[in-house]
């Protein structure tokens, strides 16, 4: 990673303005912080056979007491959201079952299948505590359940919003300066930004753009005149 590298460390980084995400209000999203991304995959195995048996301890059975349980764990996260006004998505847990795998034709019980989840876990949450969780639902899914190692990365802690951040205290005396109604969240997904703050370095994700749809990788994904020009004009007075 460049960040790793003697020619970063030369350019002296005291603090970081990454992308940001479009408001469809007034406000604009600051960012100071990420969820910690964990993408995993569970493995059932079971006894193979044809498809008009019933046969004891199949893939199939296990499965569905993982997925069961795993959606039981995401509608809990989806509640605390909902009832909670105070929250937004950054601040829960998201739950995702993203693909499922296996079988060998529509009359055979399969010895083995397979399911993916995509988890974005909050920084609220003890980390530790989540990956217990993990194992815990695959040993009562029952024997043959395997987690592969999973695609899981670091928790890095999010940059302060208080007076002991010289550089939140800059940002801020500026947006109040320009009347800005600025809301500060955890950002839902991940950013280059977390590269930095791994190395204790401050970082924004900030982008001027209120009034504006949230069409990132859409389609016919824009930008008013107003709300461009207006931003710039924000940019010019953050970085001087």
Same mark, same amino acid.
């Given at each position: ?7 970063? &460390? ?20 600051? #960012? #100071?912080?990420?969820?910690?991304? #964990? ?29 069961? &349980? ?36 529509? /009359? ?15 920084? /609220? ?19 043959? *359940? ?18 002991? /951040? ?27 930004? &977390? ?37 710039? #004009?924000?940019? *010019?007075?953050?970085?001087?």
């Amino acid at each position: 990673l460049f960040v790793e590298t003697e020619a970063f &460390r030369k350019l002296n980084v005291g603090c970081e303005i990454d992308e940001g995400v479009a408001s469809p209000d007034e406000t604009f999203n600051l #960012y #100071y912080g990420e969820r910690t991304s #964990y993408k995993l995959t569970i493995i059932c195995s079971g006894t193979p056979g044809h498809g008009s048996l019933l046969h004891d301890n199949t893939a199939g059975e296990k499965l569905s007491i993982v997925i069961k &349980r795993f959606m039981e764990r995401r509608s809990e996260e989806k509640t605390k959201l909902r009832e909670n006004p105070n929250l937004t998505l950054g601040d829960v847990t998201s739950i995702n079952l993203t693909m499922i795998e296996g079988g060998v034709q529509t /009359n055979v019980v399969p010895p083995e299948l397979k399911v993916l989840f995509d988890c974005r876990v909050s920084l /609220n949450m003890d980390h530790e505590e989540f990956e217990k969780w993990v194992l815990d639902v695959c040993k009562e899914a029952g024997e043959g *359940v395997t987690l592969l190692q999973p695609d899981k990365k670091k928790r890095i802690a999010p940059t302060t919003l208080d007076s002991g /951040n010289p550089w939140w205290s800059t940002l801020k005396s500026q947006f109040d300066m320009m009347g800005l109604i600025v809301k500060p969240n955890i950002f839902p997904a991940a950013t280059d930004a &977390r590269y930095i703050r791994n190395l204790g370095i401050p970082a924004f994700n900030f982008s001027p753009m209120n009034n504006t749809p949230v069409l990132l990788h859409d389609h016919d994904e824009f930008l008013n005149t107003k709300v461009f020009l207006r931003g710039i #004009y924000i940019y *010019v007075n953050i970085i001087s």
